[in-house]
């Protein structure tokens, strides 16, 4: 397959720095900034295949063109965004869009349902000791009273933690508003 | 009003304990253990006002003895747990129970440890992920609620406040303890160590 280029498309392929990505921060092996021959050619064979979505798109490039994860993703990510077009061939030399893995270090809300003991009295009614005894066995007992005074025990140790979703939901957007990037923020799961 | 007394009444009257109850580890201060004139009058007197004991009633019955008879409290409960006995029994003019037995009724506790429960926050270090087309796009979508997945290695431990929990008692499990309790210290001790568990109110 041949490609025809303009003028200006061959121009800025000469000049332009066509390898990088986040300023310099990251690099593939097998595919640059820009759209080449070779990318067209695999965006013209997804097309042909009849796909439309980003997984079924990555894991045919990883598999049939031996990409790697990041690639595959971002070469995917950019198949979509150009998937309505009639010919991919005019995209020769347009930027990629960078699409990859971000993650932010944070503090990750978490909740539990603890148990504990703490010494209290149950009490109830009762005709004799024996009566109010047999009501304890049913627990037929009218209130509960604790010693306020004392420490509540809890055995910290066996406790099932989960995420608190819903406050980490907002609390997510707090911590990007105000943090340092460069601590927080890096490439990459 | 007179009350006329059976001399099997009347023998029973002069040689009965007739003042505590549980082996005398209650006493009243305006009633003793069987039915006197008083509370024949008393009886008489809720049954003409409220009629036979309801349980809706019980409350107002109880709060009744205690403003019009003066009476306490506790003594209000026993005397409307009798009245109530008697009442069951479709009686309807009570001075045919002069000298007959009041049965106790009291407010009993058994000193236990009660289970709690309480919602308790922590966090541990873990990060946030998704993609993106830069930093900026990233850091746009994480203040969008717009990302992926959280994780955490959690080899670190949660820090938590369980100290400041709002603890509450964990009912639910209190019905099934305490039953068992109550069973295993039948099964396993003898009876004055139950009852060392046990006072009365």
């Not at chain 1, 121009?11 to 595919?31: I, P, Q, T």
């Not at chain 2, 440890?113 to 873990?126: K, Q």
Request: hydrophobic share 35%; aromatic share 14%.
């Amino acid at each position: 397959m041949k490609i025809k280029l303009t003028e200006e498309q061959y121009n800025r392929l000469l000049v332009e720095n066509d390898k990088d990505f986040l300023e310099g921060e990251v690099n593939f092996r097998h595919v640059g900034n820009k759209i080449n021959k070779f990318i067209v050619k695999l965006f013209n064979i997804l097309k042909k295949k009849g796909i439309s979505e980003l997984y079924p798109a990555m894991s045919m490039l990883k598999e049939d063109f031996s990409l790697d994860e990041d690639e595959s993703l971002m070469l995917a990510y950019n198949y979509l965004k150009f998937i309505n077009k009639s010919s991919f061939d005019d995209l020769l030399g347009e930027p990629l869009d960078f699409y990859g893995k971000f993650s932010m270090d944070m503090d990750i809300p978490m909740y539990t349902t603890m148990s504990g003991w703490i010494p209290g009295k149950v009490q109830g009614f009762g005709t004799s000791y024996e009566d109010f005894v047999e009501k304890m066995e049913d627990a037929d007992y009218e209130n509960v009273s604790l010693d306020n005074r004392a420490y509540v025990e809890y055995d910290e140790s066996n406790t099932e933690w989960e995420i608190d979703d819903d406050y980490l939901y907002d609390r997510v957007g707090d911590v990007a508003m105000d943090m340092d990037i460069e601590d927080q923020i890096h490439l990459g799961w | 009003m007179k009350i006329k007394l059976t001399e099997e009444q009347y023998n029973r009257l002069l040689v009965e304990n007739d003042k505590s109850f549980l082996d005398g580890k209650v006493e009243f201060t305006h009633i003793g253990n069987k039915i006197n004139k008083f509370i024949v009058k008393l009886f008489n007197y809720l049954y003409k006002k409220i009629g036979p004991f309801s349980a809706g009633r019980q409350r107002e019955i109880r709060e009744m003895m205690v403003r019009d008879f003066g009476l306490t409290r506790a003594e209000a409960k026993l005397l409307t747990y009798n009245y109530e006995i008697l009442s069951d029994q479709d009686v309807s003019e009570f001075s045919g129970y002069l000298g007959e037995p009041l049965e106790f009724y009291g407010e009993f506790r058994f000193n236990t440890r009660i289970p709690l429960s309480a919602y308790v926050d922590g966090s541990i270090d873990g990060w946030v992920t998704g993609h993106a087309h830069s930093y900026e796009d990233f850091i746009q979508q994480l203040k969008d609620g717009d990302w992926e997945d959280i994780d955490s290695d959690w080899a670190e431990e949660i820090e938590s406040f369980p100290e400041d929990a709002e603890w509450d008692i964990d009912s639910d499990y209190a019905v099934d303890k305490i039953g068992d309790e109550i069973r295993d210290l039948e099964r396993y001790s003898d009876k004055a160590a139950i009852l060392s568990r046990i006072e009365i109110e």
